[in-house]
């Protein structure tokens, strides 16, 4: 859901280790799902997405989650770089109707070397 | 992947004046745009949905008077603060989708624009 008032939570991993990121979405009618990496002041960039009709999605590195039943999704990050700090967003929306993403709150990952 | 643009990537303006932020879509159409706004190590809020030839739509909390949108054109939307003060200081991030296909659609964000009024 919308996170006014909220501050980011932080993750700290050690370089080459395995990174799991949670979110909680609001909306029970949302469909599609997708995960945002945000790098210090630039806009968000896309990860990957999940549609509500899967409940994993694998990518390069990255795999999302999604358990419906409790409105939650989490993206793993396998072998996580340096490269891979920044602050991670999951965003919901209802799928190819042009429509308006609704941002959880996002999680601050640190890699250290 | 597509482009959205933004600018001014960065703009200081004195507390009353009316600042206004482009964003483009550079190699694709998009009659809808989107407009969301962030505070540092905070989401990002949804403030209005920009749409081509006709009203922007506002989200609840967000003044239409002050946070003018207008989409003039299939590439173009602009976000005017007007009257700006200190507690319009944020980040300004638009979005806009991409068909791709019978049926994928995909959002695509601008760089984002630093507003700081004094």
């Known amino acids: 859901g919308e996170s006014v008032g909220l501050h980011l939570p932080t993750l700290s991993v050690q370089e080459g280790d395995n990174s799991i990121i949670n979110c909680a979405y609001s909306?029970?009618?949302?469909?599609?799902f997708i995960w945002y990496k945000q790098e210090s002041g630039k806009g968000p960039q896309f990860i990957i997405d999940?549609?509500?009709?899967?409940d994993k999605r694998q990518g390069q590195r990255v795999t999302v989650l999604l358990n419906k039943t409790v409105k939650h999704l989490s993206l793993q990050i396998a072998a996580t770089q340096p490269g891979d700090s920044a602050v991670y967003f999951c965003?919901?929306?209802?799928?190819?109707?042009?429509?308006?993403?609704?941002f959880g709150q996002g999680t601050e990952l640190s890699v250290k070397p | 992947g597509a482009v959205v643009s933004q600018h001014p990537s960065r703009v200081i303006c004195k507390s009353g004046t009316s600042v206004k932020i482009e964003c483009r879509s550079l190699?694709?159409?998009?009659?809808?745009m989107f407009w969301y706004r962030q505070f540092p190590k905070k989401s990002l809020m949804l403030m209005a949905t920009?749409?081509?030839?006709?009203?922007?739509?506002?989200e609840q909390g967000v003044e239409k008077d002050k946070f003018l949108i207008n989409h003039a054109s299939l590439t173009l939307s602009t976000l005017t603060v007007t009257s700006a003060h200190p507690e319009d200081s944020s980040f300004y991030i638009c979005?806009?989708?991409?068909?791709?296909?019978?049926?994928?659609?995909?959002?695509?964000f601008g760089p984002g624009t630093r507003l700081l009024v004094l």
């Open positions: 909306n029970s009618a949302s469909d599609y």
């Open positions: 979005s806009a989708p991409k068909v791709a296909g019978i049926s994928q659609e995909t959002q695509y």
């Open positions: 190699d694709f159409q998009a009659t809808t």
């Open positions: 999940i549609r509500s009709n899967m």
């Open positions: 965003a919901e929306t209802l799928y190819n109707q042009g429509g308006k993403l609704i």
């Open positions: 920009s749409n081509e030839g006709s009203k922007a739509t506002y």
